[in-house]
């Protein structure tokens, strides 16, 4: 119980020194949201005066007048009420409005890619950490070579090779702008047809990563001696891989795999500029071009509790898993 206690408050304080550095972070960068909002205004023909400025101000939560403290306790009070605050790029929806629309995508697209390079690595890994010095070791060098690629470089290849020159899918968007969003087939189909491409580069830079990881520590397991009784008594080799072997090497894999899905929603960025795909990685580098200081903290709010999640649900789970961690903790 102690250990867990500990954990708990651990983690709470770095909740509060994240969710501080995502309120003083957007306030040091240069530009005001108000001024971008009211140039926006004027464009269309609104006349600005102070009493307009001002009821800006209070709506998005720059009021200068106000302290920097006093402005911290209002922006804690809103997280604890659930209020996001006013979107400037997006005016005048909510910032929980537009995380809601775009999150789901980008939470399909990289976490299903991130689970299928996981499975895909993994297995591959402890085929080939359990036959080394075999031709398998030779899949090594290459999906090492295809992690090292850049996101956004390997993401032009195959636009440019299976959307631009073969057709075999499109180029831009997550879906045909011309069905009805909706549960139904055609447009399911559509947002599948459209991810694919994108959901292929993250498998395709990512899955070596898994493969090198568990292939090594597969190698250190066979060595160890309870795999070694196990072969003693003539246990066959299919129960001396899964119950022996691969059950004891995936153990950092599981944890690399639940800390990975706390970045699904920052590593979609890249992927979703280079693909024009309709997610959470889009609407940051939109909020940080307008300097919306609201849409940005709501979604470094939305990253920093899926990282702080999945580090927990990590720390909780070994601690169920290894008596031993409980017991140094």
């Known amino acids: 119980m102690r250990y867990y206690l500990r954990k708990l ?5 770095a909740l509060w020194a994240a969710l501080t550095l995502n309120f003083l972070i957007p306030r040091m960068l240069p530009g005001d949201p108000v001024d971008i909002l009211l140039a926006k205004l004027q464009q ?5 005066d102070p009493a307009t400025r001002r009821a800006y101000e209070l709506l998005l939560g720059t009021d200068t007048d106000e302290s920097l403290v006093h402005q911290y306790l209002s922006y804690l009070g809103n997280l604890a009420h659930g209020d996001l605050g006013i979107s400037v790029s997006s005016f005048p929806a909510p910032v929980s409005s537009v995380i809601a629309t775009s999150l789901p995508w980008t939470v399909t697209l990289v976490g299903l890619a991130t689970l299928l390079s996981v499975l895909l690595g993994t297995g591959l890994g402890v085929l080939v950490g359990w036959r080394r010095g075999t031709w398998l ?12 690629v850049p996101y956004f470089w390997l993401a032009l290849i195959l636009v440019a090779v299976f959307g631009s020159a073969l057709g075999w899918f499109p180029l831009l968007g997550g879906y045909d702008v011309a069905l009805d969003s ?3 087939g055609p447009f399911i189909w559509s947002a599948l047809y459209h991810g694919a491409l994108p959901a292929l580069t ?7 990563a898994w493969l090198l990881g568990t292939r090594n520590m597969m190698v250190s397991t066979t060595a160890e001696d309870f795999v070694l009784t196990a072969r003693a008594k003539g246990l066959r080799n299919r129960r001396i891989v899964v119950w022996y072997a691969a059950r004891n090497a995936v153990l950092p894999t599981v944890a690399g795999f639940a800390i990975s899905l706390g970045f699904v929603v920052a590593g979609s960025v890249v992927t979703e500029q280079v693909f024009a795909y309709p997610g959470i990685g889009s609407k940051l580098l939109q909020a940080v071009q307008n300097n919306d200081y609201a849409l940005m903290q709501g979604i470094f709010l939305v990253i920093t509790v899926a990282v702080l999640g999945a580090n927990l649900l990590v720390d909780l789970l070994y601690g169920l898993v290894d008596p031993r961690i409980r017991a140094s903790g």
């Open 9 to 13: 408050a651990f983690y709470a304080i």
């Open 137 to 148: 070791d030779s899949l090594v060098p290459a999906t090492t070579v295809l992690s090292a």
């Open 182 to 184: 909706g549960w139904n």
């Open 202 to 208: 993250i498998v395709i830079s990512s899955v070596g």
């Open 44 to 48: 269309r023909g609104g006349s600005v």
